[in-house]
Nanobody
Framework: QEQLVESGGGSVQAGGSLRLSCTTSGDTYMNMAWFRQAPGKEREGVAAIAGDGRASYADSVKGRFTVSKDTAETTLYLQMNSLKPEDTAIYYC????????????????????WGQGTQVTVTS
């Protein structure tokens, strides 16, 4: 059973920055992604990264967030700049894309493994 462990969440004022990290238990994954869930809302895709480094972003975070992986492909990052109160949510790291799915679709049903989540709170 894969374990994904997120870190880097916290509380920040609007306009500030945070960097989330997600480490695997040692396995490498070509496609990984970040999702988030705000209170009372459905889980939504934030950013995904393919094995070749291509990235896909939700419209709401384009130009503000950057997803990346380390060269060993065991750590996923999400650099979040110009944070807004509406970015407040629990952020989840995911991996283990199901066969035949599109890495850029940001569909939560496409992934097998989920981290426990890390809280990000942006205050105005």
């Amino acid at each position: 059973q894969e374990q994904l462990v997120e870190s880097g969440g916290g509380s920040v004022q609007a306009g500030g920055s945070l960097r989330l990290s997600c480490t695997t238990s040692g396995d490498t994954y070509m496609n990984m992604a970040w999702f988030r869930q705000a209170p009372g809302k459905e889980r939504e895709g934030v950013a995904a990264i393919a094995g070749d480094g291509r990235a896909s972003y939700a419209d709401s975070v384009k130009g503000r967030f950057t997803v990346s992986k380390d060269t060993a492909e065991t750590t996923l990052y999400l650099q979040m700049n110009s944070l807004k109160p509406e970015d407040t949510a629990i952020y989840y790291c995911v991996a283990g894309m199901k066969y035949g799915r599109s890495w850029s679709a940001l569909n939560p049903n496409d992934y097998v493994y989920w981290g426990q989540g890390t809280q990000v709170t942006v205050t105005s």
